[in-house]
């Protein structure tokens, strides 16, 4: 049984809330509170009156505007997120996660791929911390102690308004366990080159703590195979050519072999999957997104749920980008990867900022 199965059979002295446009601050006896025609409210709910459906989302995010959709006096656990916007601006959002009185984000990464939907917000997940339904419905269950304070900040960092932003945030106020640690996620994009064909997933100092999960984004640049190159965990001091933790290829590392493909003598295509821990939902995927034609992207995911990556002080966590020459050698690949490193430590850390919006897209 998994711990938390086993924790649901026990009562707790915790206060359950959830912050919605509804309730936008999570107090008790505080949702649907809004009456037809006040600002931010819906058209649609002007013959039903206060109570119904007045408020259901953040109805308009313009350019540069920040907006603060959670501000939680602790001490709690936010355990469930739910976010949904229209696809083409997952990339424009960034999501910043403050703990406690902490003047930096531990968590800022693109809205989109922190839910492993960072293609084109098409993405469909069955993972156990993440799970994106049909359409765009992004869920997340990591769980999120704090204990003075969460703070969750959304952004505008698009060239036009955003006319609706759904989400749900629920926690439970309860005491925090001393060895609890605080999530953290960091975005990091390059494009690899021939000559240092490897892309740096997470670079950090601020131990102890464990690694509990990658996202990747892979545009391939190059043509026919990508994914030869190994993952590399860097524990605790280790040398630029020793990391104590070594995969084999990168399909490995996520779970799957052989280039993901069934049958090489009839379909050269790789196959989709999604997983409790590891997944490939989109693979060799053609996004929709109006960018003009372009190479194959893949969106990965591999979570280090039942086998944490634990470290004192520091962690470096790369992936090589190789392929094949004709003559079987490998070849170093110029692809444009994006990726989100998870982890959990003991302080409230910053991560790597966010580059401008221009940044966050393919060459």
């Known amino acids: 049984?998994?711990?938390?199965?086993?924790?649901?059979?026990?009562?707790?002295?915790?206060?359950?809330?959830?912050?919605?446009?509804?309730?936008?601050?999570?107090r008790k006896g505080g949702g649907a509170q809004a009456s037809p025609g006040e600002p931010g409210t819906t058209p649609a709910a002007a013959g039903l009156g206060k109570g119904w459906k007045v408020r259901p989302c953040?109805?308009?995010?313009?350019?540069?505007?920040?907006?603060?959709l959670a501000d939680i006096d602790g001490p709690g656990v936010v355990q469930h997120m739910w976010f949904t916007v229209l696809t083409e601006v997952h990339r424009w959002i960034p999501l910043r996660i403050y703990y406690d009185d902490s003047p930096t984000p531990s968590v800022e990464v693109p809205l989109g791929d922190f839910f492993t939907n960072g293609i084109d917000g098409l993405a469909l997940v069955n993972s156990m911390p993440i799970a994106v339904n049909p359409k765009g419905g992004m869920n997340s269950y990591w769980p999120m102690p704090f204990r003075k304070r969460f703070?969750?900040?959304?952004?505008?960092?698009?060239?036009?308004?955003?006319?609706?932003?759904?989400?749900?945030?629920?926690?439970?106020?309860?005491?925090?366990?001393?060895?609890?640690?605080?999530?953290?996620?960091?975005w990091r994009r390059s494009t690899t080159s021939r000559e240092h064909p490897e892309h740096t997933i997470l670079e950090h100092t601020g131990g102890p703590g464990h690694y509990v999960g990658t996202y990747l984004v892979w545009n391939q640049l190059s043509t026919l195979w990508w994914g030869e190159g190994e993952v590399k965990f860097f524990i605790d001091g280790d040398g630029p050519g020793s990391p104590t933790?070594?995969?084999?290829?990168?399909?490995?590392?996520?779970?799957?072999?052989?280039?993901?493909?069934?049958?090489?003598?009839?379909?050269?295509?790789?196959?989709?999957?999604?997983?409790a821990f590891l997944g490939y939902p989109q693979a060799a995927y053609e996004p929709t997104l109006k960018l003009g034609p372009r190479p194959p992207a893949h969106g990965l995911y591999?979570?280090?749920?039942?086998?944490?990556?634990?470290?004192?002080h520091d962690l470096r966590v790369t992936v090589q980008a190789l392929g094949w020459w004709p003559d079987g050698r490998y070849q170093p690949l110029a692809d444009d990867i994006a990726s989100v490193a998870?982890?959990?430590?003991?302080?409230?850390?910053?991560?790597a900022p966010l580059p401008g919006i221009t940044e966050r897209f393919p060459r």
Not at 255 to 271: E, I, S
Not at 302 to 312: A, S
Not at 343 to 351: E, I, K, T
Request: hydrophobic fraction near 35%.
């Open 1 to 26: 049984m998994f711990p938390w199965m086993s924790d649901l059979t026990r009562l707790k002295s915790a206060k359950t809330r959830s912050i919605s446009a509804e309730n936008p601050d999570g």
């Open 58 to 68: 953040l109805r308009h995010l313009a350019p540069g505007q920040r907006m603060v």
């Open 151 to 186: 703070r969750l900040e959304i952004a505008n960092d698009g060239p036009r308004p955003i006319d609706e932003v759904f989400y749900q945030i629920t926690y439970s106020l309860e005491d925090v366990p001393d060895d609890a640690a605080y999530l953290h996620a960091s």
């Open 245 to 275: 933790i070594c995969g084999t290829g990168t399909e490995d590392y996520f779970g799957g072999a052989w280039g993901f493909v069934m049958d090489h003598t009839k379909d050269q295509r790789p196959t989709p999957y999604s997983t």
């Open 302 to 312: 591999r979570w280090h749920i039942p086998d944490p990556i634990r470290f004192e």
């Open 342 to 351: 998870y982890w959990y430590q003991r302080g409230a850390g910053p991560v």
